[in-house]
């Protein structure tokens, strides 16, 4: 018979919080899960602050392995980015980032880019629905946004061509089209999805675009129970814009996942709002806030946790810690339909500092 059972013959129900503990003293606790930890720069550090106060209050069996931006260059990754710090993502194959700033024009690498990169991070994943108790001009939306994220235009290949003509080439390979595919309608399934929209411009761009349709299509036939269907990006817009309950989950090449994954978050009241994960190779995800890093408010405990917390919440279901996951996003979710404790991006005036308490209160 399990100890906790018979605890519970011997102590009665009264006795429920005397069974957790000598059960606890009984079985030997186990061993933390390891996870990097970029908390960023403006808010960043203050946000993430809040992940590990939530995490402790909810008994999150999550070790952090921190690494923070270097202030010059390696040459080993052409960025601030140190390669200890990337080693760290490889070896724990898990991790969460917050916001991190490139200048802009600086000639050197960002930042966001050397992680997307080096970990071979293909597929940016971004659930976007209506929070209840937090009013928007839409309701009960409910999409997925799955962005190829190695190649397309954002593969960083520019040159001048001669004075005052400049080359920016768009790369689609067929194994990178492929593989984001095969994610996009392996979630679709794995999640109860019914639709998977490949987003594209092959009207104009016939190879490129042409070639990740075709890819498409080529998984599309593995999964029939799947409805699939293709739309031209600018159409893409209008639409969701029109009603964003006409997609389900929209897989795209790089830069329009950029561009249709932050009007989708607008439709839910902000980035402040969106969970964002990244997914690799071999297992490995990084699951990250994709707002900026808002320098003129950092210092200041007026930053939103809310983003990076979901994040929080994606990569504990990717560690399969799903009742974890679930305390916690229910946690964050009533304290905002609450509407006692909200800070000022969300129409409150509470500091970061007290939104994090109420959502400890509530776990």
Known sequence: MALV???????????????????????????????????????GPEIAESVKQVFQAAEVPIEWEE??????????????????SLESVRRNRVGLKGPMA???????????????????????????????????RYDNVNLITIRENTEGEYSGLEHQVVRGVVESLKIITRQASLRVAEYAFHYAKTHGRERVSAIHKANIMQKTDGLFLKCCREVAEKYPEITYEEVVIDNCCMMLVKNPALFDVLVMPNLYGDIISD????????????????????????AEAVHGSAPDIAGKNLANPTALLLSAVTMLRHLELYDKAERIQDAILNTIAEGKYRTADLGGSSST???????CGHL
Do not use: M
């Open 5 to 43: 059972q018979v605890l519970r013959r011997v102590l009665g129900a009264s006795g429920s919080t005397q069974i957790s503990s000598t059960a606890r003293a009984f079985s030997s606790a186990p061993a933390p899960i390891i996870a990097t930890l970029f908390p960023g720069d403006g808010i």
């Open 67 to 84: 690494h923070y931006v270097g202030d010059q260059i390696d040459p080993r990754t052409q960025s601030f980015l140190t390669w200890e």
């Open 102 to 136: 490139t200048p802009v024009g600086k000639g050197h690498r960002s930042l966001n880019l050397t992680l997307r990169k080096e970990l071979n991070l293909y597929a940016n994943v971004r659930p976007c629905y209506s929070l209840p108790g937090y009013k928007t």
């Open 263 to 286: 009007l989708c978050a607008g439709l839910v009241g902000g980035l402040g709002l969106t969970p964002s994960c990244n997914i690799g190779e071999a297992g490995i995800a990084l």
């Open 353 to 359: 500092t007290d939104f994090t308490k109420a959502i």
